[in-house]
């Protein structure tokens, strides 16, 4: 049986930097998710077509992981831990 293709990671951005990366089923839910958590971003932006829900969390992590190799081993400022 196929999994349904519902999930894609996201990017909140601060300008050009990157301040946060997720993953959702439904962007612009979590963008007012975001806003009403007060996360200061200035926009939203998908990181691809739409995935299972594993594939999602694995595009996510290699996101972080690669974020973290250029930034001293720090996550994007709202990502709180190693797997987002």
Do not use: C, W
């Not at 997720?22 to 806003?35: F, K, S, V």
């Amino acid at each position: 049986m196929r999994r349904p293709r519902t999930h894609q990671p996201y990017a909140l951005r601060q300008g050009r930097n990157v301040v946060y990366y997720g993953i959702t089923d439904d962007l612009d839910r979590r963008e007012q998710e975001h806003r009403d958590e007060r996360k200061r971003f200035t926009g939203i932006s998908s990181i691809g077509p739409r995935v299972t829900e594993t594939t999602a969390e694995e595009r996510e992590e290699k996101l972080l992981q690669s974020y973290r190799r250029s930034h001293r081993g720090r996550n994007p400022r709202y990502n709180e831990t190693d797997t987002g």
